[in-house]
């Protein structure tokens, strides 16, 4: 349990970082790329990619492009995510992703949709919709009315990623040479995009940047060794992860930064904890 726990931790500390950030001014996409040489060393350190065996990637290359593109983009979007709606909803709609590679396995993939997952994917798209509600006001701001959209971004953007890791895995490629590949091109692509369009640089943004990279990799390698560890019960891990951060996240943001929660918002994060529960365990 303590790997599942550190797994926990890391992953909510993403958000709490990525909030301060916001709240500083900070330029988060200068953190992102300074974060990915950190977690790229990381993975070659703890994961050890076997590096001879890159010529064998083969048709992965095309998903392994989209990753590198998709995985800093969804990280900004997380950071606007938790500037508009707070850290509470964003965390829950991440968890909830999980929704979409069951979709994709039903509609995509041929497998079976059973009444139990129907209940749960019910479960899950109700929960999405009580945590972006908002009270109705007169003068709402254009950040207010863009608040959906960071958070369906979210919600979309790591769905897409876990049904694109999954694909990966599927044509026999070695899960921490993937990784070992992805994090090294999306701190390429991110970083030639960011020179591009000439920005101007802050020395606490990169600072920052050495903690997120640690912070990733440490969520990622956590849960790796919690499956391994727990390899005789993965729903303990999964339903511990997913219900863990959203529980954290949620007395951290209400306890720490007075992130306000209406009655819909709260019923939101119970039907999430539901959704994750019965689509696993379905």
């Known amino acids: 349990m303590m790997y599942l726990t550190i797994a926990v931790l890391c992953s909510v500390a993403v958000s709490v970082l990525l909030k ?14 300074a974060g990915y040489p950190i977690a790229f060393l990381l993975t070659w350190v703890l994961l050890k990619p076997d590096v001879s065996s890159i010529g064998t990637l083969g048709n992965a290359w095309a998903i392994i492009i989209a990753l590198g593109i998709l995985l800093p983009a969804v990280f900004i979007i997380l950071g606007r995510a938790i500037e508009a709606v707070g850290m509470v909803a964003t965390d829950a709609a991440q968890r909830l992703s999980l929704i979409i590679p069951i979709l994709a396995a039903f509609l995509l993939f041929g497998e079976v949709l ?3 997952r ?4 019910a479960l ?49 490629t070695a ?46 390698y956590a849960y790796v ?29 209400v306890g720490v930064f007075k992130e306000q929660l209406n009655r819909i918002n709260i019923l939101g994060l119970l039907l999430a904890i539901g959704c994750v529960a019965v689509l696993f365990l379905a």
């Open 20 to 33: 301060i950030l916001r709240q500083k001014n900070i330029d988060i996409r200068q953190t992102i790329v």
């Open 114 to 116: 059973t009444g139990t």
């Open 118 to 121: 129907i209940f749960g994917l």
């Open 124 to 172: 899950g798209f109700l929960a999405l919709g009580a945590l972006v509600y908002r009270p109705q006001q007169a003068d709402i701001s254009k950040q207010a009315k863009r608040t959906p959209l960071w958070l369906f971004g979210v919600w979309a953007g790591y769905g897409i990623i876990d049904i694109l890791f999954k694909q990966v895995a599927k044509q026999g």
């Open 175 to 220: 899960f921490p040479l993937t990784l070992f590949v992805t994090f090294g091109l999306a701190g390429l692509l991110l970083l030639v995009y960011l020179l591009i369009t000439r920005v101007r640089w802050q020395g606490n943004a990169l600072v920052a940047g050495l903690l997120l990279g640690a912070l990733n990799m440490g969520n990622i």
């Open 225 to 253: 060794r919690a499956h391994q560890v727990l390899s005789e019960s993965p729903s303990i891990v999964f339903t511990g992860m997913n219900v863990g951060v959203i529980a954290v996240a949620t007395l951290i943001g």
